[in-house]
């Protein structure tokens, strides 16, 4: 009995230290570092596209170990300073059609990119957490800077940014309004929704060695959850989320599936449910932008297939040169106008 019971222990020693391997690997891998894209094979808007009417004073500030790049816009307008935070993925940059709307409005805009992305420091994005992190440290440099002491600070965020600017709200700072869009709840239920699809119910033996490694990368910061966030405040939240969103699923890991938890009188929502305008990144282009995109992928389509999936740089960067990006990024003014909306109301309040 004395053999069997520490062949049992050894045995279950032995999976907990390979499946805690496994979790390394897999969760490192789903957060590594996103570099700046290469400008002349996109479709996305570009600063250099716009420089001429939106001018933009370069900052940086410390998070953790790393000096992140922030980028403040509109420094003229008093209206409020909406802090912009983005994807994961992505950079400040990627939401240049949200960030030019909010200054036409007259706001002041501070975004900035996230450990591990774009113009920031950082090897990897290092994992969900670090968002809330990031945020967390841009805001106390805001807190420091004279030319904002007087403007309402306003949050909108989108995807990584949608679950950091819910859960700031844990924290000790005066923020008049969030906007959350396409936001998860917590980082625990991000990462085994993800791990569903990729293992299937196996993720669920899983779930110990995830939780802790998590734990030791960030500590307490990994178990904060937005819907406790925002019930402990009183701070009204604006929550957008579409229904078919496949990389922040409506009826799983997103904030909006915990409506009926939230106790805080002054959050709002708004269900995408319109069939290509309610996924995770399409809720941001107007018909004319998503009708232009269709037909430009039928036509990189032809040539994805003429090159047998190979395409010369030279040949994509001809055809990337040739393409409308204001046209390509052409905003939803109609969800747009709704979160300005949002935004000014709870400034009156």
């Known amino acids: 009995m004395k053999i069997v019971s520490l062949s049992i222990v050894g045995l279950v020693l032995l999976f907990s230290i390979i499946s805690f391997i496994i979790v390394m690997f897999i969760y490192n891998g789903q957060f590594p570092r ?8 996109t479709a996305e808007l570009r600063y250099e596209d716009i420089e ?19 980028y403040v816009y509109g420094l003229n307008n008093k209206k409020g300073l909406v802090v912009v935070v983005h994807g994961l993925g992505g950079g400040a940059d990627s939401y240049l059609p949200q960030i030019k709307y909010f200054v036409d409005q007259g706001w002041s805009v501070f975004a900035y990119d996230a450990t591990g992305s774009f113009d920031s420091e950082g090897k990897t994005t290092k994992g969900f957490p670090q968002a809330l992190i990031d945020l967390n440290s841009a805001l106390t440099y805001i807190k420091s800077q004279e030319e904002f002491n007087n403007l309402p600070i306003l949050l909108f965020g989108h995807s990584w940014g949608g679950y950091a600017v819910a859960n700031i709200l844990h924290y000790d700072f005066k923020i008049e309004a969030v906007v959350t869009v396409s936001g998860a709840n917590s980082p625990m239920e ?17 779930y110990p060695y995830l939780w802790l490694y998590q734990r030791i990368l960030f500590g307490e910061t990994a178990s904060l959850k937005a819907v406790d966030a925002i019930n402990k405040s009183d701070v009204p939240v ?41 996924g995770h990144n399409n809720i941001f282009k107007s018909d004319a932008s998503m009708g232009y ?18 395409i010369p740089y030279e040949i994509k960067k001809d055809f990337y040169s040739k393409i409308d990006r204001a046209l390509a990024q052409d905003i939803n003014l109609i969800l747009m106008d709704k979160i300005n909306e949002f935004f000014i109301e709870s400034i009156k309040k």
């Open 52 to 70: 001429d009417k939106y001018s933009r004073n370069l900052v940086n500030f410390k998070s953790e170990k790393n000096l992140l790049q922030g």
């Open 190 to 206: 991000m990462i085994i929704e993800q791990g569903r699809s990729m293992m299937g119910d196996f993720i669920k033996i899983q």
């Open 34 to 41: 996103y570099d700046r894209h290469d400008s002349k094979v």
């Open 238 to 278: 604006l929550i957008i989320h579409g229904m078919e969103d496949e990389s922040v699923s409506y009826e799983g890991s997103s904030i909006i599936s915990k409506i009926n938890k939230i106790t805080n009188t002054k959050v709002k929502t708004i269900l995408l449910n319109e069939h290509g305008h309610s």
């Open 293 to 310: 995109i269709d037909k430009i992928n039928i036509k990189y389509r032809k040539l994805y297939d003429h090159y047998e999936q190979n």
